[in-house]
């Protein structure tokens, strides 16, 4: 499970970002998870208590925003959702695709008290 390792660097990007803005407590982020990230959403919901334990995010709370993996069928150029379609093309069945959007994690929102 490298979701553990993930939030690790997840709240260490946070903490430059609050020191940086002179922030204090922090209530809640916002998380964008993309589908094809190969990050678990559930995993890192459950895995965010330990990793936060006994940081300055203890009491801050996880939100999560699943973003949809969008690609591009490099046979015909159609775009279209990857999980939906099961990473096949629904215009022509190609299985060459670029990810378009919803491959990585990004920090959205980080909400102050
Ligand atoms: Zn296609």
């Given at each position: 499970?490298?979701?553990?390792?993930?939030?690790?660097?997840?709240?260490?990007?946070?903490?430059?970002?609050?020191?940086?803005?002179?922030?204090?407590?922090?209530?809640?982020?916002?998380?964008?998870?993309?589908?094809?990230?190969?990050?678990?959403?559930?995993?890192?919901?459950?895995?965010?208590?330990?990793?936060?334990?006994?940081?300055?995010?203890?009491?801050?709370k996880?939100?999560?925003?699943?973003?949809?993996g969008?690609?591009?069928?490099?046979?015909?150029?159609?775009?279209?959702?990857?999980?939906?379609?099961?990473?096949?093309?629904?215009?022509?069945?190609?299985?060459?695709?670029?990810?378009?959007?919803?491959?990585?994690?990004?920090?959205?929102?980080?909400?102050?008290?």
């Amino acid at each position: 499970m490298h979701e553990l390792g993930i939030i690790s660097a997840l709240v260490h990007t946070v903490e430059g970002i609050v020191r940086e803005e002179g922030l204090t407590e922090v209530e809640k982020i916002v998380i964008e998870v993309g589908e094809l990230s190969g990050i678990v959403p559930s995993y890192l919901e459950q895995c965010y208590p330990a990793a936060v334990y006994k940081t300055f995010m203890e009491n801050t709370k996880l939100e999560l925003v699943v973003v949809p993996g969008i690609v591009k069928c490099r046979g015909c150029g159609r775009i279209f959702n990857a999980a939906a379609n099961d990473l096949q093309c629904p215009g022509c069945g190609g299985q060459d695709l670029e990810i378009l959007e919803g491959n990585d994690m990004i920090v959205r929102e980080i909400v102050c008290r």
